[in-house]
């Protein structure tokens, strides 16, 4: 039965002090407690103590010294308000764990050897009895005994000697932040002043052999840690921050206090390992989890309801940082590219939940797109409304005034309500309302007045759970631009409050503005040219905006709109367009288009970053989103043959072009990973992916002998298979980095995605029965099952293959990881968008998987959301 936001009750017990004690051993691992309880004033009366613990063998525990009758129960303990003194009390116990059969990967665990730990979300119940609930923090001691040479926890370092090592973190943190390392390890050092002068030692640690791949992370998080001094004002806070590398890990990193713990894919990396996106991905993660310390760590969650008052904002300011360091124009049309592959496909589905989700039964299942990446957006959103200053103002105070906090997000809002003065309850909406709004717009043009109208009208489509909305508060941004490509309006921000909204504008002698359209400042004299609108520039706002616009006029903006978001959105809006009419109609592509693309690709005055996201021809899937929201029945076979045919017509249309610019593109020197150079590699390789549509894959075929990093090995290997060659190389790949965990589990997805439809079935069985290839490692398992729905066509193949493969083995994994099996089983989540046969295949995978006895939570969940219970 789901847990709701309106059942929230304050906790009965606070803590002030906890110390914990940990005797390492991998069956048998005892972990001593003793906990500062007090009775919290904020529920009055006397009260049991409820204590979680799941998988704990208790061998003793105690209050005040008198030993504790209670026996626990399957998810804990409850010490009866009558054996419990009515002030502070100390609650010792000792239990016993067992890591190295802990496969789930949660709780304290062992990976290749060493000891660590995952405690969020409810992680810290698998370790010791405790209130595993954000609202109670406290300060931890925490003393490891192990032989192993590296003994890690929160804090800062209290004392070390043979045989143990003690923490101190004086800084009060719910158990989700806990941590512990314990193993053989080494460190890649670096040390850093904060602006008021404190001294931090900085660790990255990592098993022998990996310290050399340590470099990229440590640069990113000393730039991190700079940035948001500068950016929020936010200084470290203790004197170490330790950063350590594992192979098995759920997720891709976890913000515990002092001590990071990562997926080592998002630490490790040189150039002949990892490529240009690896190494991106990398700075965003090391900011993330940095940046979490103090919004996520130093302000906390009061419950796991507000999940996205941490990561929303955390993502928000990751976004921010990378932004800064790259390019905020590329990194905002590749964040768009994965909300909408991503969140909207999932506000689209049986899974659809709003920011803060109101209900939930496994809180493993709502890490998603829908809280980090839409909760980032609403916090975009509420900055555009309120302009940058107030958004800084309304940060100042939300730091001062919840530091040491468990909040909310009304607390969150108050801050801002308080700073600017606004009523937000309305766009309140945005984090209680599941589902894309869509967003039309009609356009007037009076020439005799001169006077140019937008009419927005909002449409909230209903949700699992949410059949009616309110009208939605949404910024849109707007530009205007004369018919000779001059911008005569700049960015101006709309603020949309109604469900359907009109703004006007007319042109004055300081250039067009905004006006009331029947009011007194009505501006006489106004020309007589029509503007051409850019809207939803930046994408002010996470809407569908639906358009009846021309395909000139979008090459026309494609051409000439200063925005660098719309100029993108036009030419993808083309090339979306395009493609639609060629599955549905069987059209080719026009010259027009072509000709557009063209003049994009060789115009050496853009960004080649930029150049190359143009070049990106819409994903399948992403078709299939779209012709399925355009009332179409998408079937991926022919979304497939017409997006190849697509990229056939590009690749004649550039040849002429493609190989010069393939040579000048090249980057002579040693291999830098910073922006402008990988902006250069991935236009090249995008270059080369046509190139060998064209040439037969004479280039790429060269291009991967000669490479001197991983981005062009993997990219010109990936042109190859693209074109159904590329044997010979995967065979020269397998061998070069077949002892490279992280470097395999590219070359396991790579076969995946590009396997022809009909082949992808046996791909799955060929590359899960390769020797490498081990279900109890995440990366791995991601990399094979994981990737499956990235071959859209080949995953949806009518003969229902690769659903019965993909429910095979979430079964498989679901009784060693339940967390990994339901986050993999979200690729079934799409299934209302097909044809009645495809729609029965999965829901019968679905099925099948529920009346599995003993599923877990988490798949059970997922399952029975997807089929709509
Ligand atoms: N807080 C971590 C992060 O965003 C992720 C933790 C994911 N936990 C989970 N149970 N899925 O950086
Ligand atoms: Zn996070």
Not at 403 to 412: F, K, L, R, S, V
Not at 724 to 734: D, I, P, T, V
């Amino acid at each position: 039965s789901p847990i709701r936001l309106n059942d929230y009750q304050p906790p009965t017990h606070l803590i002030d002090q906890v110390a914990l004690t940990f005797r390492l051993d991998p069956q048998a691992t005892r972990v001593l407690s003793e906990i500062r309880f007090r009775p919290n004033s904020a529920r009055p009366g006397r009260h049991d103590l409820r204590l979680d613990g799941e998988n704990l063998t208790l061998i003793v525990a105690a209050v005040d010294g008198h030993p504790v009758t209670a026996t626990p129960d399957a998810t804990g303990l409850t010490l009866p308000a009558a054996m419990l003194p009515d002030g502070p009390f100390t609650f010792t116990a000792e239990v016993e764990i067992a890591p190295a059969a802990n496969t789930a990967l949660e709780g304290l665990y062992m990976s290749n050897g060493m000891y660590c730990t995952q405690c969020e979300a409810e992680g810290f119940r698998k370790i010791t009895f405790y209130p595993d609930r954000p609202d109670v923090m406290a300060p931890f001691r925490v003393r490891i005994e192990s032989d192993l040479p590296v003994l890690l926890s929160n804090g800062n370092p209290l004392g070390q000697g043979e045989g143990w090592a003690e923490w101190h973190d004086p800084w009060p943190k719910p158990a989700y932040l806990f941590a512990l390392v314990a193993g053989d390890l080494l460190a890649h050092s670096a040390a850093f002043t904060t602006a008021s002068g404190r001294a931090v030692a900085l660790n990255i640690w990592v098993r022998h052999g990996d310290e050399g791949r340590c470099a990229y992370a440590m640069d990113s998080l000393i730039r991190s840690m700079r940035w948001d001094e500068t950016a929020y004002g936010r200084e470290y806070d203790l004197d170490v921050f330790n950063i350590v590398a594992v192979d098995d890990f759920n997720m891709g990193a976890m913000e515990n206090k002092g001590l990071n713990i990562f997926n080592s894919k998002y630490v490790l990396a040189l150039p002949e390992t990892a490529t240009d996106d690896d190494f991106g991905r990398i700075e965003a993660i090391i900011a993330h989890e940095y940046f979490h310390n103090w919004t996520g760590n130093r302000i906390t969650c009061r419950d796991w309801f507000q999940l996205c008052l941490k990561e929303g904002l955390t993502v928000f300011r990751d976004q921010q940082f990378t932004g800064d360091m790259r390019s905020h124009a590329v990194k905002r049309i590749e964040d768009v590219l994965t909300l909408r592959a991503r969140q909207f496909r999932e506000d689209g589905g049986p899974l659809a939940h709003p920011v803060r989700p109101d209900r939930y039964v496994e809180i493993n299942n709502f890490y998603t797109a829908t809280v980090y990446e839409k909760g980032a957006e609403v916090i975009g959103m509420l900055k555009r409304l309120v302009g940058d200053a107030d958004y800084a103002r309304a940060l100042d105070l939300y730091f001062t005034r919840h530091d040491g906090e468990a909040a909310t997000i009304e607390d969150w809002l108050a801050v801002f309500q308080d700073t600017t003065g606004r009523d937000l309850s309305q766009f309140k909406r945005w984090y209680t309302e599941a589902g894309t709004p869509r967003l039309t717009v009609t356009e007037d043009w009076q020439a005799d007045t001169g006077l140019f109208t937008l009419t927005f009208a909002q449409h909230n489509p209903p949700t699992p759970g949410q059949p009616e909305k309110g009208a939605k508060v949404i910024p849109i941004a707007l530009g205007l631009l004369n018919p000779n490509g001059d911008e005569v309006m700049p960015t101006t921000m709309l603020a949309m409050t109604a469900m359907t909204q009109s703004f006007a504008f007319q042109s004055t002698a300081d250039g067009w503005q905004q006006v009331v359209a029947e009011g007194p400042d009505r501006v006489p004299g106004a020309v007589s040219t029509r503007p051409i609108a850019s809207i939803l520039r930046g994408f002010s706002a996470p809407v569908l905006l639906e358009r009846d616009t021309s395909p000139e006029e979008r090459a026309f903006l494609l051409a000439h709109d200063t925005d660098p978001f719309n100029k993108w959105e036009a030419g993808r809006a083309l090339a979306k367009d395009v493609l639609a009419r060629m599955i549905t109609a069987g059209a080719t592509p026009g010259p027009d288009w072509l000709d557009a693309l063209a003049r994009v690709a060789v115009d050496d005055s853009l960004d080649p970053a930029f150049r190359a996201l143009a070049l990106r021809l819409p994903g399948e899937d992403d078709m299939a989103q779209t012709l399925h929201a355009a009332g179409h029945v998408p079937d991926p076979a022919r979304i497939h043959a017409a997006r190849r045919a697509m990229g056939d017509a590009v690749a004649r249309r550039l040849a002429p072009h493609l190989p010069g610019l393939f040579d000048a593109l090249a980057e002579p020197g040693p291999f830098t990973p910073e922006a402008r150079a990988a902006g250069r590699r991935a236009l090249r390789l995008a270059a080369l992916g046509y190139l060998s549509r064209v040439d037969g894959g004479a280039r790429a075929e060269a291009a991967f002998r000669q490479a001197d990093n991983m981005t062009e090995e993997v990219g010109a290997l990936a042109c190859l298979l693209d074109i159904g060659r590329g044997q010979a190389e995967l065979a020269a790949f397998e061998s070069r980095w077949g002892a490279d965990r992280l470097v395999m589990d590219k070359w396991f997805t790579l076969q995946l995605l590009h396997a022809a439809p009909e082949a992808t079935a046996q791909a799955v069985e060929r590359l899960t029965a390769h020797p490498a290839f081990d279900m109890k490692n995440p990366n791995r398992f991601r990399a094979v099952i994981g990737a499956l729905p990235g071959n859209h066509a080949g995953f949806h193949h009518a003969s229902g293959d690769c659903y019965r493969l993909l429910a095979d083995w979430l079964l498989k994994l679901d009784p060693l990881n339940p967390q990994t099996a339901a986050r993999m089983s979200t690729a079934f989540d799409s299934w209302s968008r097909y044809d009645a046969d495809r729609q029965g295949m999965i829901r019968d995978q679905l099925r099948r998987i529920l009346a599995v006895p003993g599923l877990s939570r988490d798949l059970g969940e997922m399952a029975g959301r997807m089929l709509g219970d």
